[in-house]
């Protein structure tokens, strides 16, 4: 995925929050929030294999877990 398009992408999710109504402050620390999970994330895959600072329960594959439930 190119850097333009991971750009568009953060932009439609943040006219998306902004839609349902939260001001610009709310959702630029909602995005920052997921961006750092991804990132904590990513780092402990190769080649990083680093140790999570995440718990359990409140990291990224969490947040997909929740996703996949109905």
């Given at each position: 995925?190119?850097s333009?398009?991971?750009v568009?992408k953060?932009?439609n999710?943040?006219?998306?929050?902004r839609?349902?109504g939260?001001?610009?402050?709310?959702y630029?620390?909602?995005l920052?929030?997921?961006?750092?999970?991804?990132?904590?994330?990513?780092?402990?895959?190769?080649?990083?294999?680093?140790?999570?600072?995440?718990?359990?329960?409140?990291?990224?594959?969490?947040?997909?877990?929740?996703?996949?439930?109905?």
């Open positions: 995925m190119t333009a398009a991971i568009q953060l932009w999710y943040c006219n998306v929050l839609d349902d939260m001001s610009y402050g709310d630029v620390e909602q920052t929030y997921l961006l750092f999970l991804k990132m904590a994330d990513e780092r402990s895959k190769p080649p990083y294999n680093q140790k999570s600072l995440i718990p359990s329960g409140y990291d990224w594959q969490s947040l997909l877990n929740e996703e996949k439930r109905p």
